[in-house]
C-alpha cells in the first residue's frame, strides 16, 4: 500500500511564478468585479436620488403655480 504524501510535488521557477501569476490574475478580477458591483449600486443610488429631488422641484413648482 503506497502511501500519499503530503508535500506538494516539486516545481520549477517557471511553474512557480505561472501558478502565482494566475493567483494574482484571479484576484484583480475579484477586485474589479467587486468594484463594478460598487459603482453600478452607488450611480443607482444617486440617480433614483437626483429623479426623487427633481420629481419634488417639479411638483413643488406646479403647486406654486396652481396656486396663482
Request: with cysteine; hydrophobic share 40%; charged share 20%.
Amino acid at each position: 500500500m503506497e502511501l500519499i504524501s503530503s508535500t506538494p510535488p516539486a516545481m520549477s521557477q517557471d511553474q512557480f511564478q505561472d501558478a502565482i501569476n494566475k493567483a494574482c490574475e484571479a484576484a484583480v478580477k475579484k477586485a474589479l468585479n467587486s468594484l463594478d458591483n460598487h459603482i453600478s449600486d452607488v450611480v443607482t443610488t444617486e440617480v433614483n436620488s437626483r429623479e426623487e429631488q427633481l420629481c419634488n422641484s417639479v411638483a413643488t413648482q406646479v403647486a406654486a403655480h396652481l396656486k396663482k
